[in-house]
């Protein structure tokens, strides 16, 4: 059973600490070279005051080229006009050093290790100075890559420096700043490879070129789990341009891949092909009806999640009892920028150009394909046209090696978009059933959630011999959001309930959040409006006394959360009431959750409904958020508005439904996303935290889902339950309509 995002930190945390002194903060062998000045893996610089620093996270948008460099300039005591960033690729001198970009662990997974690195290279350039001058270390200073005696003024450049640093010894606990001290982590930069990316000069996987490259696309099995029978390639080979056809058995969704001189002649040999499939055992699967099998499965008992008290007890003894069901779609991924990779696959060396989370992975599996020693297969990372887990995965990696070999030239393999939506693996539908006990003064006392969910291929499923243990889940601190519920039920009971389709299914941002917090902060709005109470008001007695929650390998720190519901109340003017107007109904709607154990977050939505044509609006979202000591404000800002905007996505129109054995939607036009028009104002205010650096890439999209649904029923007395949220959902008689709801919300 693979390890939860948690666990696996932890974990990488310990790992990290053994390699600071050990892997990461060794010298490197170049190091010995009298110009340059390499203390370890992350730092070099050169006699001409050249700073360089390599990121050892992938770029998919969420700013690491930013980030990372100023944990290490923090320290370092360099400038940005003295820098010179280069991606790091598997192997070399960054063996041992994790490159794999995931589980928002960027800044938590580097945070330790990248200032113990910029602090190891200037104390030693102190020393060196030190050296020169025939004076202690602590005379000395470090600022802007240069070192200045402090009495006389004489200065030395880190350039001038290098060759004498190149001979100190490491030091094994170089001092850090004091946070207070801190002069670039906490301000507001703007990223690093902002021009470039909006002048187009940067360079994604779609954009590189090398010499001599070909082009390939691949017909695919139409039916999840078929296989290639036979192919006539006599019609593509005849399309100008079209040097070779080659059946590709690597990746998820095998098939025949058209190789040609460029894209658009691999297309059309495509087009062209005659091919013969057996569409398998699968190619009657219907996601509605696997649905409605997960629905039923809800009376199952499941595997132990998490039990406090007695909540069956509890339940069968309250005064007042709820339940509902929640329905969690299927979902893509859908960057905008398709998978791609290029291979150049030689006798003795495999090279490839890839937009990956996994650059490990990568070159792992290439070099095992290929029968090739591990140093023989570079990878290089480009950036990312979108990951949200989907690029966790080598797949596309796998078919262009294959490819490659097969054409004996460098080859780049192109998803178009049908391909990318229907190919790739996705996000797992969900149910959840909640059953909730109220005493008879309205005080919430029982929860009970069945979870009825997917295990992720892609990363296998568990064994016959792990299904055998009844906490196989519960150890592995699964669900998130259910396991780790945040609230202070004396009685709550939760369990899990396997049921896997023949879908392929794996990380989405989020990646099990947000169906259990959508079901979570929906039924707890049930609850409040059940008994007559203010939403906010009920989460917030449900969190008291503020203490914290020992919870697995987790301490989830309540009144952080009670602080982050406040915060965002008082910001949204949750109190103030939005007035109906003739045409329009109007409500505000809130939700909030625990990442991790080290994000805290609120949420409110404000919504409005047309009377009429029921169409949806989202107007604002006013976010919350204690992650920490924050690197980069305005990092996390964009995070945010991009977290949310993902998460507005699949709450208003996200969903891949399978009809004989395939996906149904193919692009954008199915396959809906927000568009510019439909974009809330998005407003994120950070709650100042002196706690370590939390992740927050993914934290932003689970809480959106249940305070957009949360505020529609304030505006509209309607309850939704199934996710997207469409107008159709809410197309009742005018006269069902309510006049007014709560009173906190929208005035009598």
């Known amino acids: 059973m693979n390890s939860t995002r948690r666990i696996f930190l932890q974990t990488s945390a310990l790992a990290a600490t053994g390699l600071v002194i050990g892997i990461e903060l060794r010298r490197p062998a170049s190091s010995d070279k009298a110009s340059v000045f390499r203390p370890n893996a992350y730092i070099s610089i050169t006699h001409d005051n050249i700073v360089r620093l390599w990121l050892t996270r992938s770029e998919m948008g969420q700013g690491v080229r930013t980030t990372l460099p100023m944990m290490l300039l923090e320290e370092l005591e360099a400038d940005w006009s003295q820098v010179q960033f280069e991606q790091a690729m598997p192997g070399g001198q960054f063996n041992g050093i ?63 420096l290098a060759s004498a640093a190149a001979r100190q010894k490491v030091p094994d606990n170089p001092p850090l700043k004091n946070p207070k001290d801190f002069r670039i982590i906490g301000t507001r930069v703007k990223r690093t490879d902002g021009l470039g990316i909006v002048t187009g000069h940067a360079t994604y996987g779609l954009d590189v070129r090398v010499p001599g490259m070909l082009f390939a696309v691949m017909e695919r099995c139409p039916s999840l789990g078929g296989k290639l029978v036979s192919f006539d390639a006599t019609k593509a080979l005849a399309v100008p341009g079209v040097r070779q056809v080659v059946p590709i058995k690597s990746g998820i ?20 092909l005659h091919v013969e499939w057996d569409l398998g055992p699968n190619q009657h699967f219907d996601s509605e009806a696997f649905l409605k099998e997960m629905e039923a499965a809800t009376s199952r008992d499941g595997y132990f999640v998490r039990n406090d008290g007695d909540a069956i007890k509890a339940l069968g003894t309250a005064a007042k009892t709820l339940e509902a069901t929640y329905e969690f779609p299927f979902q893509a991924h859908a960057p905008v920028e398709t998978m791609n990779c290029v291979a150049d696959v030689r006798h003795d060396s495999c090279e490839i150009w890839a937009p990956t989370q996994c650059p490990e992975v990568a070159q792992e599996e290439t070099a095992k394909t290929l029968g090739l020693p591990l140093d023989s ?39 178009t978009r049908p391909d990318d939506m229907r190919c790739g693996f996705f996000h797992p539908c969900d149910i959840q059933h909640i059953s909730g006990g ?15 969910g997917s ?47 023949p879908v392929p299914t794996g990380p989405w941002r989020a990646v099990f959040y947000p169906p259990p917090v959508f079901a979570r902060e929906s039924f707890l709005d049930e609850m409040a409006h059940a008994v007559g109470q203010d939403p906010l008001e009920f989460r917030l007695r449900l969190l008291q006394p503020g203490d914290v929650l020992k919870i697995g390998s987790q301490e989830i720190d309540r009144s952080r959360l009670i602080r982050v519901l406040q915060v965002a109340a008082e910001k949204s003017g949750w109190q103030r009431p939005l007035a109906h107007t003739n045409d329009r109904l109007l409500g505000r ?60 996505s699949a709450t208003l129109h996200g969903r891949i439904d399978f009809k004989n054995g395939a ?75 309510p006049v007014h709801t709560r009173r906190w919300l929208i005035p009598q």
């Not at 270390?137 to 200065?155: E, I, K, N, P, Q």
């Not at 601190?477 to 009685?491: I, Q, R, V």
């Open 455 to 501: 295990d992720l291929s892609v990363v296998n499923f568990p064994s016959e011999e792990d299904k055998k243990s009844p906490r196989i889940y519960s150890d592995n601190e699964l669900p998130w959001g259910s396991f780790d519920n945040p609230y202070n039920f004396a009685h709550l009971k939760a369990n899990f309930v396997p049921l896997n389709s």
């Open 438 to 452: 109220l005493d008879a003064s309205g005080r919430p006392i029982a929860w009970r959630q069945k979870s009825v």
């Open 377 to 415: 297969v570079k990878v290089h990372i480009t950036l990312l046209g979108g990951g949200f887990g989907r690029r966790l995965i080598a797949d596309y990696v796998s078919e262009a090696v294959e490819v490659s070999r097969a054409a004996g030239k460098p080859v780049q393999m192109v998803w």
């Open 253 to 272: 969704a095998t098939g025949v891949a058209v190789v040609a001189d460029h894209t658009w002649a691999a297309m059309k040999g495509r087009e062209a």
């Open 98 to 160: 994790r490159l794999r970009t995931s589980g928002s662990g960027s800044t938590v997974g580097t945070y330790d290790a990248l200032r113990k690195a910029g602090a190891t290279a200037r104390e030693m350039l102190i020393a060196a100075a030190a050296e020169k001058w025939q004076v202690g270390a602590s005379t000395c200073r470090a600022r802007a890559a240069t070192v200045t005696h402090l009495s006389t003024g004489r200065h030395f450049t880190y350039g001038e």
């Open 663 to 737: 996906a149904v939607q193919s692009s954008f036009t199915d396959f809906e996303v927000i568009r510019m028009d439909e974009a809330p104002a998005i407003e994120t205010y950070i709650v100042a935290s002196d706690h370590s650096p939390g992740g927050f890439g993914e934290t932003a999209v689970p809480p959106v889902a249940p305070a957009v649904a949360n505020a529609i029923f304030a505006a509209t007395g309607k309850r939704i339950r199934r996710l997207p949220i469409t107008s159709d959902k809410l197309k009742v008689p005018a006269s069902e309509f």
């Open 589 to 648: 709607g809130i939700a909030c959750n625990v990442y991790a154990a080290d994000c805290y977050i609120a949420q409110v939505a404000e919504v409005s409904i047309g009377r009429k044509s029921h169409d949806i609006r989202v107007h604002r979202i006013v976010c919350a958020a204690d992650c920490g000591l924050v690197i980069n404000p305005g990092g996390l800002e964009g995070q945010a508005e991009s977290g949310i905007t993902w998460g507005l």
